[in-house]
């Protein structure tokens, strides 16, 4: 589900793809309650799903992620949900540097705890990826300075775990 020009765009870049799976896109606004519950209508025939949203938490607040969460949960087949998340210190990053650059991008979510916010409304995080973690495994990080290393090998495990949680993908699953 996306806007119509977005969908044609990702259209265009996967028309030589094959999929495994049925895959199909639907046009519609998932911040707007009407468009997503025709949408979910829609999709209410299926068996098993894993939502997929990228990019796209950020840009809302917590009530609008919270309907949708609340939406997607309402659909028993809804089995799974990826998603990136982004932690409260980098949602003030991204305000800062990328706000005044991305004219009318406003970045809004960020929770404290992604894990408590998500069970609340029936998912369980079965696992999280740190984008900074992925990025050595892959050896694609910038290099961090000595100093930062040794502060942060000092730091309480809590600064620890909010730090690794910056931003990354979790996987969620229907409780």
Do not use: N
């Amino acid at each position: 589900m996306d806007l119509p020009d977005i969908l044609e765009y990702k259209a265009g870049v996967l028309a030589s793809e094959h999929t495994a799976c049925k895959y199909e896109s639907l046009h519609g606004d998932i911040v707007d309650s009407t468009s997503r519950a025709r949408v979910l209508a829609h999709c209410a025939g299926a068996r098993r799903v894993l939502v997929i949203t990228e990019g796209l938490l950020v840009y809302l607040t917590s009530a609008q992620v919270s309907a949708l969460a609340r939406d997607l949960h309402g659909q028993p087949s809804f089995m799974w949900w990826l998603t990136d998340l982004t932690g409260p210190r980098a949602l003030q990053m991204l305000q800062r540097v990328w706000g005044p650059r991305l004219r009318g991008a406003e970045f809004r979510f960020g929770p404290a705890d992604s894990v408590d916010f998500f069970e609340r409304l029936g998912w369980r995080e079965v696992s999280f990826r740190s984008s900074q973690e992925e990025a050595k495994r892959l050896r694609r990080s910038t290099p961090t300075p000595l100093l930062s290393r040794i502060m942060l090998m000092l730091s309480a495990p809590s600064v620890r775990e909010e730090l690794r949680r910056l931003a990354g993908v979790a996987l969620l699953a229907r409780d």
